[in-house]
């Protein structure tokens, strides 16, 4: 390979990756620019916090799509993990704090064990998550069989907490999205795990486990997934087993929003957490539209394709 | 059918082959046998504990009922062959959708009509799910969850005026040929068709080459796109066979009809010993397990367990089925 064209594919991954890290900036502006002019009263403090009220809970459970995607897997059973958690946040951790902490905690070693298995075994995990949600389905139904229970009292004050100048719900998800970033895109072990995606061959080549990434990641999974259960019943104060069942699939449309590939341990956290608010954003945006019920959930249909196609538009644009 | 005319080539090459023998036996190992295994497993126990009469009467209600498990893993089956990441979520979206459609037709112009209206829906739903994977390259899965949303409201908007199918068609669905449900027979008929159509056509060969590696049958010859579309299609036909069945069945449509064939879909073509990744169907394995799950519900019904309880052994069967069957499939 000659030295310039080396440098010349050089350039256009460099602009690629550039252009990836756009889209999710580009579809959020395109999406809220019309609320704005619709209702100019949403530009505000108290407006910005209505509009983005959900969006804490969908931005942990989109980190937790994304861990699992980074090693080139999928989870099915995030929505229903979050629902289990949530479940378990308004029954044990009301009633006996202790043994709630020790069934969250389970929980996620139990979503760690799962990624070692996945590995171990070599199966697919569009099927073990698959028969995971029934499993936390009916975890959350046997621990709650009809919705109710209750908040306990810190996680409300918490996700009520009025911050100063920025509205909560934007602070949080810049805190979580930093946090997120720095643990898996600087931190040298963040590096490692995102190997395991995009390389497993050289990965284990070199000594390292598969088996302990996959482990690890999915253990970052459940932790991130007991955070958006935890948060959502902050916000719901009260649970019921298919509180957040539209989460799997929002999430990983989220993630596929912020520029994450299913394959190559290819993610990006700043993106999936713009993704989210996004998805989040137009389903407030929905409610100012004024269309008729009937309607609400095939506009939500629109919008995810409207602006997943407006991420493959721009991505061609950007080859040529 | 396929994995018997395997087994014989491979006795019949015995002799040169023989290091290998016990390995290549192996990998032929049916898949399908385990779904199998397990459902006369399920049946002996119910036979046992609760008496052969009352085993026989639970075998004929999976023939009616397990039937919709059968039609939608065969829809489900057709997409997930055509290669990694292909699935089809609109399933239960078209279930619902044609339903509705059946119905309407049906009480204004005839049972005939009704059927051709809410086939041809569910194909124009498959066409425009190719068509949002291809032109707008949206994965399968989030494309045909966002088309599901959008049939969702149209089949609220469809299910103004509620009226029930017509009732030959209604007698008919709830009859019985020489014993066997009339449901089985049509369930039967449309599994050796795709059978014939996997096993013995061009286009099922071309199928699994592309499940197997596009490139190669692309460089081969195969349409490789065309094929993916008109599995895409064949999966929304599929799908409103079963939701027009479903309503004849239920004396009615309702939205909600199809929700719980979402998962099930999957999970039948799973534990039935279809390849994941693609590239290999079994139409046999598809009524095992489909007949393994509905007894497994019927039993654990029987034994006065809870929705909960239920749901969890549900979801340990596929992870153990799919452990036990551990890394014969290469992963994605």
Redesign the interface.
């Known amino acids: 390979m000659t030295p310039s064209v080396a440098t010349g594919l050089n350039v256009r991954n460099v602009r690629n990756a550039r252009l990836r890290a756009l889209l999710p900036v580009f579809s959020l502006v395109v999406i809220l620019v019309p609320i704005f002019i619709l209702q100019p009263a949403t530009f505000s403090y108290f407006g910005l916090g209505l509009l983005l009220n959900l969006a804490v809970p969908i931005v942990f459970a989109t980190l937790a799509q994304l861990a699992v995607i980074t090693v ?1 897997d ?1 989870d099915l059973s995030i929505g229903a993990f979050v629902s289990l958690t949530a479940c378990i946040g308004a029954t044990l951790c009301v009633r006996e704090p202790w043994l709630g902490i020790v069934a969250l905690i389970g929980c996620v070693l139990a979503y760690a064990a799962i990624g070692a ?1 996945i590995e171990f ?8 998550t ?13 621990l709650l ?1 009809s919705p109710g229970g209750s908040s306990p009292l810190w996680l409300g004050s918490l996700m009520t907490y009025q911050t100063p100048l920025i509205a909560a719900p934007i602070v949080w998800s810049v805190v979580i999205a930093l946090v997120g970033h720095l643990l898996l895109m600087r931190s040298s072990a963040g590096v490692r795990v995102r190997a395991a995606g995009g390389n497993p061959r050289a990965m284990s080549r070199f000594g390292w486990s598969m088996v302990k990434s996959r482990a690890i990641l999915y253990g970052v999974a459940g932790i991130f997934g007991v955070c958006s259960g935890l948060s959502l019943l902050g916000l719901t104060t009260s649970a019921d087993p298919n509180l957040a069942l539209r989460y799997t ?1 929002l999430s ?2 989220s993630v ?1 929003l912020g520029g994450g590939e ?2 190559g341990g290819r993610v990006s956290v700043w993106g999936a957490v713009l993704g989210a608010i996004t998805l989040t954003v137009a389903a407030s945006f929905l409610a100012f539209l004024n269309i008729s019920p ?9 919008i ?2 409207a602006v ?2 407006l991420r ?1 538009l721009l991505q061609r644009g950007g080859r040529r | 059918m396929n994995p018997q005319s395997e087994l014989q080539s491979t006795t019949g090459s015995a002799a040169d082959a023989q290091p290998t023998l016990a390995a290549r036996l192996k990998m032929l190992r049916a898949p399908w046998v385990w779904s199998f295994v397990g459902a006369i497993g399920v049946g002996i126990l119910i036979a046992v504990v609760f008496g052969i009469s009352i085993a026989g009467n639970v075998v004929l209600t999976a023939l009616v009922f397990g039937v919709f498990m059968v039609l939608v893993g065969l829809a489900q089956m057709l997409v997930i062959t055509s290669g990694p ?1 292909n ?1 089809d ?1 609109s399933v239960p979206s078209v279930i619902a959708l044609a339903g509705m459609i059946a119905v309407h037709v049906m009480g204004a112009y005839g049972i005939a009509a009704g059927f051709v209206a809410a086939l041809a829906a569910g194909v124009v739903v498959g066409l425009a799910n190719y068509l ?1 994977i291809r032109v ?4 399968p ?3 045909t ?6 049939i ?3 089949a ?2 469809q299910s103004s005026g509620m009226n029930a199918p017509p009732v030959a068609l209604e007698t008919f669905a709830n009859g019985h040929l020489l014993g066997v449900p009339h449901l089985a027979l049509i369930a039967l008929a449309l599994s050796v068709v795709i059978a014939v159509l996997l096993h013995l056509t061009v286009f099922g060969r071309g199928l699994s080459a592309v499940g197997q590696n596009p490139r190669a049958a692309w460089l081969a010859g195969v349409g490789v796109e065309a094929t993916r579309c008109k599995v895409y299609m064949l999966s929304g036909g599929i799908a409103a066979l079963t939701g027009v069945l479903l309503a004849a069945v239920s004396g009615g449509a309702t939205l909600d009809m199809g929700v719980e064939y979402m ?1 099930i879909s ?2 039948v073509v ?1 534990i039935g010993g279809t390849q ?2 693609g590239g290999r169907a079994t139409v046999i394995g598809v009524w095992g397990a489909s007949m393994f799950l509905f007894l497994t519900n019927a039993v654990l019904n029987a034994l006065g367990a ?14 153990v089925v ?2 036990a ?3 014969r ?1 290469a ?2």
């Open positions: 080139n999928l298995l075994r070599q199966i697919p995990s569009i099927v073990v698959l028969g995971l949600s029934f499993v936390w389905t009916g975890l959350a139904v046997l069989p699939l990983i449309a596929i299913f394959v009937d309607w609400q959930v095939g506009m939500q249909g629109v995810l394709i997943l196609s493959v | 990441g699935i979520l949002l707008l390259r949206i994965p899965i989030i494309a969850l966002s088309s599901s949303f959008i969702q409201s149209v609220i908007t998962l999957i999970a799973v994941v990744t809870g929705a909960g309880v239920r749901s969890i052994a549900y979801g340990l069967l596929i992870i799919v452990v069957a551990g890394g499939s992963r994605y």
